[in-house]
């Protein structure tokens, strides 16, 4: 019998999984869903939201990330 193609993981399988997988996932709700590459366009518009945001963030003591960090939120 085959697994479902969507199956909930805990959050240790997920972060697991994404130390040597080349394709990266958001992580939500338990369920993993793979990440599209970036785009130049995408990579533009992140770079200006990237600028805006930052003196904001840190005169309020935070740090903005472009890409590539986890990232837990907890709404709620």
Same mark, same amino acid.
């Given at each position: 019998?085959?697994? +479902?193609?969507?199956?909930?993981? #805990?959050?240790?399988?997920? =972060?697991? #999984?994404?130390?040597?997988? +080349? &394709?990266?996932?958001?992580?939500?709700?338990?369920? =993993?869903?793979?990440?599209?590459?970036? #785009?130049?366009?995408?990579?533009?518009?992140?770079?200006? =939201?990237?600028?805006? /945001?930052?003196?904001?963030?840190?005169?309020?003591?935070?740090?903005?990330?472009?890409?590539?960090?986890?990232?837990?939120? &907890? /709404?709620?």
């Amino acid at each position: 019998m085959r697994e +479902p193609a969507f199956r909930r993981v #805990s959050v240790e399988e997920y =972060l697991r #999984s994404e130390q040597d997988n +080349p &394709t990266r996932h958001d992580y939500i709700d338990g369920f =993993l869903y793979a990440q599209a590459g970036a #785009s130049r366009v995408y990579n533009v518009i992140a770079g200006n =939201l990237h600028v805006a /945001l930052h003196a904001a963030a840190r005169a309020q003591g935070c740090q903005v990330y472009q890409s590539d960090m986890k990232v837990r939120v &907890t /709404l709620g």
